[in-house]
């Protein structure tokens, strides 16, 4: 039955059973008792499991309010939050907006059209609509876009007690009360934490408690150096200030850990050669995403066929050489996918290295790897086939070809992120196909030597 109710827990399936039959009973004391005690995330889960018809009966049950701590728990960009808004009356949806904390409701009306978005701000009051309208200016995946302007500000000459008795009138409106924020005519000057009120006297100043020493964003920033600050800094929230250090608004850590979902999400998709990880879309927009990078994939696997096949007179002269194409192949590709993935990780942790260090670690590491595997694939070989030159070519080109793999794998992101360009566009089957191309021309050049000089020519 769970798999009814999509994300909705197992142990709380019961629950929705009896709030399903509460909604078709008309039982509105049961119905509220059961689904108010629940969390607001389970409560967003079962909504949207709902019929439309069981949803108009929970919203004329539910204050704004309640409506809106559930709306505040979707996951707007993965639902369809035109087709909810649409089941209530645009008044009514503009209010339930306004009851929302203003970063979630700035995400629900970012996934719906200009036009439909200004259906519901002329519903709300001038001052609402032009701060919802501010924050939906800012360019998506900046610290602008994540940012909410419901935080608590103090000014230096205040008092522990005084702070202490406005965050208590506070705490109900706002989104978070673990910092406090000291601004000077608007200016951020310091922060305080609610662990310092609590253990600071009520008749101590503001200014002598203070943190100054503030790690800040612009609004222009990107989320992913906003998550990557907040995580090195261990922050529940990082303030947004512009240029002339004023403050704009705090973005939250549950937004960071959104981020930090889609960015890896999206950095999975690239490295498999996925340019969007959407399971809820249809097959045919499916095929259209993955079909650009197959097609380059197919030409550049049309160039390692074509090098193959220059080298036709080769394979015909030791046909067993055919027999190692596709192990060689598939090993490098291999290493370089490996190298990729750390060199993508490197460059996402903004980690500093110097060019040439980080080219003579990756060339040892290579050279080990190629030399372990050489070696073993060499005894596997000449056991199997009773032949010591065959298998010390092929394991000679394997070690070589795995050291290249290595080396491209460590640096085409780097070189990309010098240029600009997303590394994680080197994907996985970008550089595997590329190293098929360099261990084809090492395999059978090493070959070539090898029936030269060893083989009877």
């Known amino acids: 039955m769970a798999t009814d109710f999509g994300n909705v827990r197992d142990e709380i399936v019961p629950l929705v059973t009896q709030i399903t039959d509460d909604l078709k009973q008309g039982a509105i004391d049961a119905f509220r008792e059961t689904f108010l005690g629940l969390h607001n995330y389970d409560q967003a889960q079962i909504y949207l499991n709902l019929t439309p018809q069981l949803r108009q009966q929970v919203i004329e049950w539910l204050t704004l309010d309640e409506l809106a701590n559930v709306f505040d728990h979707l996951d707007s960009d993965e639902v369809d939050v035109n087709h909810l808004l649409e089941e209530m009356s645009p008044s009514y949806a503009a209010n339930m907006l306004n009851e929302m904390y203003v970063d979630n409701a700035v995400d629900v009306l970012d996934e719906i059209s200009e036009p439909e978005q200004d259906i519901y701000l002329k519903q709300m009051s001038r001052e609402d609509a032009g701060e919802l309208r501010h924050l939906l200016d800012y360019d998506e995946d900046t610290a602008g876009a994540l940012m909410t302007t419901e935080y608590i500000e ?226 596997v070989v000449w056991l199997w086939k009773s032949n010591v030159l065959l298998g010390l070519a092929v394991g000679l080109a394997m070690a070589i070809a795995i050291m290249v793999a290595n080396l491209a794998g460590a640096f085409i992101p780097i070189i990309m992120d010098a240029m600009h360009v997303d590394p994680a566009v080197a994907s996985g089957p970008f550089i595997s196909t590329l190293s098929d191309l360099t261990s084809v021309i090492i395999y059978f050049n090493i070959a070539g030597v090898f029936i030269t000089h060893f083989i009877g020519h």
């Open 154 to 379: 103090v000014s230096q000459t205040s008092t522990i007690g005084q702070v202490m008795s406005l965050v208590k009138k506070a705490a109900s409106e706002s989104e978070q009360i673990s910092y406090i924020y000291v601004l000077e005519r608007k200016r951020l000057i310091g922060v305080i934490s609610l662990r310092n009120l609590i253990i600071h006297p009520d008749d101590e100043l503001v200014s002598e408690v203070m943190t100054s020493n503030l790690v800040t964003v612009l609004p222009t920033e990107d989320q992913e150096q906003v998550a990557r600050l907040m995580a090195d800094y261990n922050l529940l929230a990082m303030p947004v200030v512009d240029e002339q250090n004023e403050m704009l608004g705090i973005i939250m850590v549950d937004d960071i850990v959104d981020v930090i979902e889609a960015e890896s999400t999206e950095d999975y998709g690239r490295l498999a050669g996925v340019n969007d990880l959407d399971l809820e879309e249809s097959p045919m927009m499916s095929v259209i995403k993955r079909i650009p990078w197959l097609i380059i994939l197919v030409f550049l696997g049309l160039g390692t066929a074509s090098i193959i096949n220059s080298y036709d007179a080769m394979v015909q002269q030791a046909s067993v050489l055919a027999v190692f194409i596709s192990l060689i192949t598939g090993t490098a590709g291999n290493a370089g996918t490996q190298a990729l993935a750390v060199s993508i990780r490197r460059i996402t942790l903004d980690e500093k290295r110097s060019v040439i260090r980080m080219f003579f670690t990756e060339l040892f590491i290579g050279a080990l790897i190629g030399l372990i595997a050489g070696t073993t694939i060499f005894g």
